[in-house]
């Protein structure tokens, strides 16, 4: 029998329907019998030849209101409507069309909020009718290969998930339509940038891949979002998350050189797999060393709509259950700061008047790097994409930029922080929400027990459980600060529930001498107002449960790096060497020295400036950091009158 199909938004992403239909072998039983659009069609348009040729004669509505008014009263006979309108006419249509009982195909994204979306499942629920989301990736079968390659054990345990994509536009691209690169239009959330649109499949496919159906397997979304067209919203950007325990990592641009094709790349413990879903192809690589490949069919979404509503077929490949992961991204997007315009210094435009397209410098490499180090923009040091800051101590010879901590999810225990930290040769030594660590930020002042809050990020140790995630979450508010060759801080440690719990003062300066850049940090932490007569209870894992993770208070994470020599000492001679000797030592000073993954050899001398030493924290295996610890093994209690004071300088040379 023919399924007659209904396409709404003829003008634009229709027409590709109407193309698929004309010309898939899997569609053949498929026919258009009606376009839905207020705009009458051109006859000389390709797509009204198109549905002429191979649809015959076609009616035409103004909405989908009036197609469902005449199928209740005969005159029109339609299975399923496609809507490929705008974003903001998803729910609404596709909620009329489900409450009439007619199967819907909703191109992505399936709405512009996560509560239209709660809202849009809500209606397919209730309804008779089958939903299905345009996610086209979903039916490639490589994306099956995938899937079984992990369950079969070929590369171990999955450690992570990266995506990338380089695509290029032109500015006729924004042209096309009122809505196109905006973020609202008419007071009305649009939400239309390289994440949610045209790159929304690599994001998408590797959710499905770790198995996030569901907005709540999402437990963080971290953004960086820039545009180099002049548009409003983003054309390039990451995307940096946490899905049922995996991190997942994508960087997405529209201003690439030479387009290539989406990778996504699954990194395991013995490999990794290559899925680039446009040529829908499989590589499985052990090290550097290509294993397999292969590449698979597809399976057309609409026959899947209609084998599903006709029993040959068990299961929708894209229902509405299967996005919600993705949905939280687009919430995420949704609600994100405004887009920060990519400086010009690093942007060359080709070509002119709709043919034109702006090409950022090195972009093409930055976001290889995201899918395949699991790393931010601002990780990789990109001078463009640093968050707004603060550049201590300005002058040619290395570089320390500090960070409010604005925009860090709440889930890492917001917090000021500096990074980069750059030697004066320019290598980056510091650190930024690491794959291995999220929470980790560069070089600042975390705990993660204070008085039962988390104020270090990421899952809590409890005894008898281990890591878990907990709803005990503070932050590090900046109260004021004072600018100036040495940068002064008023800040309020606050607990979950927003109460101040310490009230700290810290000072940072910058000096530079003449073959390394010192950075002077000291910090003053007393129990805030309000706080019980006892004090504030400081503790670490090692003092709630787990020996030996004695972390917490001033930490340097490290940028990744190998060759790592660890030793520490009071005078001139190191009297600790390695990191097992060094770790928990109270000695005067510390140096870390390692070769980053740039190249670039570098040093770190720490020296504890307090009468009080505290025991270091060191981590060369596993991941780079060196911390001075105020619970190493014991908890501390810190009052009005017996505050904690912090007072490290570090040296920060090129080896």
């Known amino acids: 029998m023919t399924v007659k199909v209904a396409i709404a938004g003829i003008h634009g992403h229709g027409a590709h329907h109407v193309r698929q239909i004309a010309s898939e072998p899997q569609l053949a039983e498929f026919t258009v019998a009606a376009v839905i659009d207020p705009r009458p069609l051109d006859p000389a348009a390709p797509v009204a030849r198109d549905l002429a040729e191979h649809c015959g004669e076609v009616a035409q509505f103004e909405s989908v209101e009036a197609l469902l008014a005449a199928r209740a009263e005969g005159r029109a006979e339609v299975d399923i409507v496609v809507l490929a309108t705008p974003i903001p006419t998803h729910l609404p249509l596709a909620a009329q069309c489900l409450a009439a009982g007619v199967d819907v195909l909703l191109e992505k994204p399936p709405t512009v909020s996560l509560a239209e979306y709660e ?257 931010t923009f601002e990780a990789q040091g990109l001078p463009w994409a640093l968050p707004e800051g603060r550049v201590l101590g300005e002058q040619a010879g290395g570089a320390v930029v500090h960070n409010s901590g604005e925009g860090v999810p709440a889930l890492l225990s917001p917090r000021p922080f500096l990074h980069p930290v750059t030697t004066p040769r320019g ?112 503790g670490s894992p090692a003092t709630d449960s787990r020996p030996g993770a004695g972390y917490g208070g001033f930490f340097a994470r490290l940028a990744l790096c190998d060759d790592i020599e660890v030793n520490a000492g009071d005078d001139a001679e190191a009297t600790h060497v390695g990191e097992a000797e060094c770790m928990g030592a109270r000695t005067r000073w510390l140096r870390y020295a390692a070769t980053a993954r740039d190249g670039g050899r570098f040093a770190l001398t720490f020296t504890q400036r307090g009468d009080d030493l505290l025991p270091w924290f060191v981590r060369a295996s596993g991941y780079p950091g060196v911390g001075l610890s105020v619970a190493y093994a014991e908890r501390r209690v810190v009052t009005a009158d017996a505050p904690l004071v912090i007072a490290v300088d570090v040296a920060v040379a090129d080896a």
């Not at 209606?123 to 939903?131: E, G, K, N």
């Not at 963080?220 to 067209?229: D, G, I, K, N, S």
């Not at 503070?474 to 004072?482: F, Q, V």
């Open 119 to 375: 809202a849009l499942e809500r209606a397919a629920a209730a309804s008779d009718a089958y939903l299905q989301i345009g996610f086209q990736s979903f039916g490639f079968h490589g994306l099956a290969t995938v899937k079984r390659l992990i369950a079969d054990g070929e590369i171990g345990s999955v450690q992570g998930i990266g995506g990338f994509g380089a695509w290029r536009r032109e500015v006729s691209y924004y042209e096309r339509a009122a809505w196109a690169g905006r973020r609202r239009l008419n007071g009305h959330d649009v939400v239309d940038g390289v994440i949610t649109n045209p790159l929304a499949h690599c994001v998408a496919a590797a959710l499905n891949i770790a198995g996030a159906r569901a907005a709540s397997d999402i437990e963080f979304v971290h953004l960086e979002q820039f545009h180099a067209h002049d548009i409003e919203a983003d054309d390039t950007s990451t995307v940096v998350m946490r899905a049922r325990g995996l991190r997942l990592a994508f960087g997405l641009t529209l201003c690439a050189g030479e387009q290539s094709p989406p990778e996504i790349v699954v990194h395991g413990e013995t490999g990794r797999i290559v899925f680039r879903y446009t040529e829908n192809t499989v590589e499985l690589w052990r090290g550097e060393t290509l294993e397999s490949s292969s590449s698979g069919g597809y399976t057309e979404l609409l026959a899947n709509l209609a084998a599903v509503r006709s029993g040959e077929a068990r299961a929708l490949l894209a229902d509405v259950g299967s996005v919600g992961g993705f949905m939280r991204v687009m919430e995420a997007v949704r609600t994100a700061p405004p887009v920060r315009p990519v400086p010009d210094a690093v942007v060359t435009w080709h070509g002119e008047g709709g043919d034109a397209h702006p090409v950022i410098a090195g972009i093409e490499t930055a976001v290889r790097r995201v899918a395949y180090e699991l790393i």
């Open 427 to 538: 290598t980056v030594v510091s650190g930024v929400m690491a794959a291995d660590h999220d929470w980790h930020l560069g070089f600042g002042l975390a705990i993660q027990d204070v008085d039962g809050n988390n104020l270090w990020g990421g899952r809590t140790c409890t005894a008898g459980e281990g890591y878990v995630w907990l709803p005990d979450h503070g932050r590090i508010d900046i109260d004021s600060s004072r600018p100036g060759d040495t940068w002064a801080y008023d800040l309020a440690w606050r607990g979950a529930n927003g109460a101040a719990l310490l009230r700290e003062t810290r000072t940072v300066s910058v000096s530079h001498g003449a073959d390394a850049l010192v950075l002077r940090w000291r910090s003053r932490l007393v129990a805030a107002e309000g706080t019980d007569a006892r004090g504030v209870g400081l």
